[in-house]
């Protein structure tokens, strides 16, 4: 093999002598074909195996590889065969005995993995976003839950937006779009998404399949056009699925510490709003200017926001229940309407009689448990006093200690039924006051040792009126009283004798 200053003879002997390549060939005793290609590249010469080496011990295994390697292109892209199993493979089934290291090299060789090739692509104002779901940790309330979180983009500007939610279902796809739009001030003309099923109703080829009506009546409320990649083609909507990664490593390390899905998105919203400040390689402008620009495009927001929410008709049972996704959400027990309609939002459950509100509940997402609202149940508990002691609402409800302190000093004082009754009034009154009202109330009167439901209510209206009072200064700012003059009251005496 030659190296560079040989090459460089030879070139200058050929080029600047105007030597033939016979002459040269003989004169430095070389091969003609060596001359030439010394003559076409004047680089350092690279070495190139003329035939495989041997495989002493991989080379009996190496057509079972192969033949596992051509199944791969037949079972899905996530259960291909990895160099790793391959390798344990072989030593299970076939008894191998080599180095995983070896069995690593041949399949990176003999993988087929055509390079994927890509057009960068450049967006108008206010013309297409894209939206897609993620997952990531955090630790709320103490301990780690993993939460979804929906990200948007705008194509032009690159600005984020993410929010985070318990599930993937519709509710919080819409909830999503809803707060993006309000983010961004606009909406996109063309929204872009993979085939997931909260939007989908059936695949078809192309870029339009079969949508759900729900979804549809969503996009009409915005009016915005909806783009669906092909499937397994997620590099259609680039911008968001590297965004779902940059979110993680960037927004979320440290795992984020928080109380409440409300405490997560305004962290997030915050991070997403310091995006404004960067410059992508490539753009004269930062994130943010280019947003500026953008917002003008975007069509208006609707005057009134989308019910983001899953409307199902319901029925109470007896127990004055209603089932939505094997949870049971109270309603009250007065309620005789024998048909409801539920509206699941990501973090309530609203639930009316198509006319009124008739119940609202945090939305609960584990299964079979029953949320209940105590107040529904109060006008039954006043026919049925026997059973308060083991009614399933009343243990549920998260009150003031001060409240069980006062339920004993009643059962001092009366009977179990009467004192029972008494404490059931005092309930009513959380009905029009606060339950911190109502305990700051009921301590009072227990102070005074006057314990009634009668005393507790007179000393609401008392302390309603103190705050609701005019001030003393107020009074000494206020104009004078107009001047009355004495008048003769005897001259009202002709009415008595008449």
């Not at 690279?46 to 295994?61: A, N």
């Not at 549809?216 to 499937?231: G, M, T, W």
């Not at 909507?237 to 984020?256: D, H, T, W």
Request: hydrophobic content about 35%.
């Amino acid at each position: 093999m030659l190296n560079v200053d040989q090459k460089e003879q030879i070139r200058r002997a050929f080029y600047i002598e105007g030597k033939s390549i016979r002459q040269i060939a003989r004169e430095r005793h070389h091969d003609r074909r060596t001359v030439r290609a010394a003559i076409r590249d004047a680089g350092p010469s690279r070495y190139k195996l003329s035939k495989s080496r041997p495989r002493p011990v991989l080379g009996p295994y190496v057509a079972i590889i192969d033949e596992w390697l051509a199944g791969d292109q037949f079972s899905p892209p996530k259960q291909h065969h990895t160099s790793r199993r391959i390798y344990h493979r072989l030593v299970e089934e076939k008894g191998y005995t080599g180095g995983e290291s070896t069995v690593r090299d041949y399949v990176r060789q003999h993988r087929a993995r055509p390079r994927p090739v890509f057009i960068p692509l450049s967006y108008e104002p206010g013309e297409d976003a894209q939206a897609d779901f993620g997952e990531a940790m955090v630790i709320m309330k103490g301990r780690p839950l993993t939460v979804q979180i929906f990200v948007g983009r705008l194509c032009f500007s690159k600005i984020p937006f993410l929010t985070a939610s318990p599930n993937q279902q519709q509710e919080a796809l819409f909830g999503g779009h809803d707060k993006a739009f309000d983010f961004f001030g606009g909406v996109p003309h063309t929204v872009w998404y993979d085939r997931m099923s909260q939007a989908v109703k059936k695949a078809l080829p192309g870029h339009k399949p079969e949508e759900q009506e729900a979804f549809i009546a969503f996009r009409s409320h915005y009016l915005f056009e909806s783009r669906f990649c092909n499937p397994r083609e997620a590099h259609e909507k680039g911008l968001v699925e590297n965004l779902v990664g940059y979110a993680r490593r960037n927004y979320m390390v440290p795992i984020p510490e928080v109380d409440s899905f409300q405490e997560l998105n305004d962290l997030l919203r915050q991070r997403c709003l310091a995006e404004a400040g960067r410059r992508l390689r490539g753009e004269t402008e930062t994130i943010g200017e280019m947003w500026e620009q953008e917002r003008p495009d975007l069509l208006p927001l609707p005057a009134h926001p989308f019910p983001c929410c899953r409307t199902v008709p319901v029925r109470p049972n007896r127990l004055s229940m209603v089932t939505f996704q094997t949870n049971r959400y109270s309603v009250p027990v007065e309620s005789d309407a024998t048909s409801l309609l539920l509206r699941a939002f990501v973090d309530r459950v609203e639930i009316t009689d198509g006319t009124r509100m008739v119940a609202v509940h945090e939305r609960c997402y584990g299964r079979e448990q029953d949320i209940l609202d105590v107040f529904h149940y109060l006008p039954l508990l006043k026919q049925r006093p026997g059973a308060f002691d083991h009614a399933k609402p009343l243990r549920m409800w998260k009150r003031p200690a001060v409240l069980d302190r006062y339920l004993v000093r009643l059962r001092e004082r009366l009977s179990h039924r009467a004192a029972t009754l008494e404490f059931l009034r005092v309930m009513e009154l959380c009905v029009t006051h606060s339950l911190d009202e109502v305990a700051a109330a009921v301590a009072q009167a227990m102070t005074l040792g006057s314990p009634g439901a009668g005393t507790v209510a007179y000393l609401l209206r008392d302390n309603r009126l103190s705050r609701e009072r005019v001030p003393a200064a107020v009074l000494a700012s206020a104009p004078a009283c107009p001047p009355v003059q004495n008048r003769d009251l005897s001259q009202y005496d002709c009415f008595i004798r008449r």
